[in-house]
C-alpha cells in the first residue's frame, strides 16, 4: 500500500460512502474518547473519493497487515534530523512484536498534505472485549520517548460493524 485516505464526518454520511465504494477496503470507526467522532478509512490505495480527506504516504506497513478492533494512532512533530532514527525505531518494534496474539498491523504514516517531518504511526490491534486493549507487547509510547514533545497525541477508535 502506497497511500491511506482518512475522512471524518457524520456516521450515517461515512455508512453512506462506505456503501456507495463497497468494493473498496474501507473502515468505519467510532473515536472511543468522544462518541461522536466517526472516521472512515480507505485502505484500498485508490484515488481519493473523500471532499476533505486526510491523505498519508504509507512509509512503512508490517508485514503482517491484518484488521482488529481497535485502532490507536499517536502523532508526532519531529525534527528533519531525526525522521530517520525514528522511521527506524517504528520498523524495529514492528517487528519484535511481530508475535503478538492483539498487534493486528503497524502503519508507518507521512501526511501529504502537512509538514514532511510529521509522523503518525496506526497500530491495529485485535481484543477479546472491544472497550479494553490489553497490550501484551512493548509499548510504543515507551519506545518513542525521545520523540515525544508538546505537539504529540494520542487517539483510539472503535471498528463499528
Request: charged share 25%; net charge neutral; hydrophobic share 35%.
Amino acid at each position: 500500500m502506497k497511500n491511506l485516505n482518512v475522512s471524518f464526518g457524520s456516521e450515517p454520511v461515512l455508512r453512506e460512502i462506505k456503501e456507495k465504494y463497497a468494493s473498496r477496503k474501507m473502515t468505519l470507526l467510532s473515536n472511543s474518547a468522544k462518541e461522536t467522532s466517526f472516521q472512515l478509512v480507505d485502505f484500498s490505495d485508490q484515488k481519493n473519493v473523500f471532499y476533505s480527506p486526510n491523505r498519508y504516504r504509507v512509509l512503512f506497513e508490517s508485514p503482517f497487515l491484518n484488521m482488529g478492533d481497535i485502532f490507536i494512532y499517536d502523532f508526532f512533530d519531529l525534527a528533519g534530523d531525526s525522521l530517520s532514527a525514528f522511521d527506524e525505531k517504528v520498523r524495529h518494534w514492528s517487528g519484535i512484536n511481530a508475535d503478538s496474539s492483539f498487534l493486528q498491523s503497524v502503519l508507518l504514516l507521512s501526511p501529504l498534505d502537512g509538514k514532511p517531518h510529521n509522523r503518525a504511526v496506526l497500530t491495529i490491534w485485535s481484543t477479546n472485549k472491544s472497550d479494553q486493549v490489553t497490550l501484551d507487547t512493548h509499548d510504543l509510547k515507551k519506545t518513542l520517548e525521545p520523540y515525544v514533545n508538546h505537539n504529540y497525541f494520542r487517539t483510539t477508535y472503535k471498528v463499528l460493524s
